[in-house]
T-cell receptor
């Protein structure tokens, strides 16, 4: 069974730009969660989608948004990028409320 | 407030020197406690899920245990390939969000 895939793996943007990250969950998994990981803050929850609906949201500004498609693939968008948005963005998929499996992440660098 | 604290932040062991990592948690109703391993530049790799106090799970040199307030990840006779950051997370009964600790960075010296 293929694991969680994330694209792109690496991204360099400049302040003020926007970015879209993609996540394809494990086949059959309907829940997709997004996390931001930085050395200082560790893993922080962004939001979770289940069956195309946002089910949970963390404490991030409205510049961070997401969506999920009918095939369970999910995208995350960050608008008006700031230097502090540089991080590893991780996606995790699960079957309902069971164990979550993470993708390799997208490394975003904002210059 | 739901939160997770891991200790120590970093641990250096000689190959074969067994030890334990700690994960203390406060959560309003535990749905599950999860252990992950993360190698540099990679996503976390799922290790274990524990659901109730007294539960134990094993995988190779790793054994996870759970009490009402904390979990331990015991590493028996570690090898250099066990070097990684070990993350603990909890999921509460209310909501579906994971709360992660900041991890323990383990280095096993040959």
């Amino acid at each position: 069974k293929a694991g969680v895939t994330q694209t792109p793996r690496y991204l360099i943007k400049t302040r003020g730009q926007q970015v879209t990250l993609s996540c394809s969950p494990i086949s059959g998994h309907r829940s997709v969660s997004w996390y931001q990981q930085t050395p200082g803050q560790g893993l922080q929850f962004l939001f979770e989608y289940f069956s195309e609906t946002q089910r949970n949201k963390g404490n991030f500004p409205g510049r961070f948004s997401g969506r999920q498609f009918s095939n369970s693939r999910s995208e995350m968008n960050v608008s008006t990028l700031e230097l502090g948005d540089s991080a590893l963005y991780l996606c995790a998929s699960s079957f309902g409320s069971a164990d979550s499996y993470f993708g390799p992440g997208t490394r975003l660098l904002v210059l | 407030e739901d939160q997770v604290t891991q200790s120590p932040e970093a641990l250096r062991l000689q190959e074969g020197e067994s030890s334990s990592l700690n994960c203390s948690y406060t959560v309003s109703g535990l749905r599950g406690l999860f252990w992950y391993r993360q190698d540099p530049g990679k996503g976390p790799e799922f290790l274990f899920t524990l659901y109730s106090a007294g539960e134990e799970k094993e995988k190779e040199r790793l054994k996870a245990t759970l009490t009402k307030k904390e979990s331990f990840l015991h590493i028996t006779a570690p090898k250099p390939e066990d070097s990684a950051t070990y993350l603990c997370a909890v999921r509460a009964n209310t909501g579906n969000q994971f709360y992660f600790g900041t991890g323990t960075s383990l280095t096993v010296i040959p």
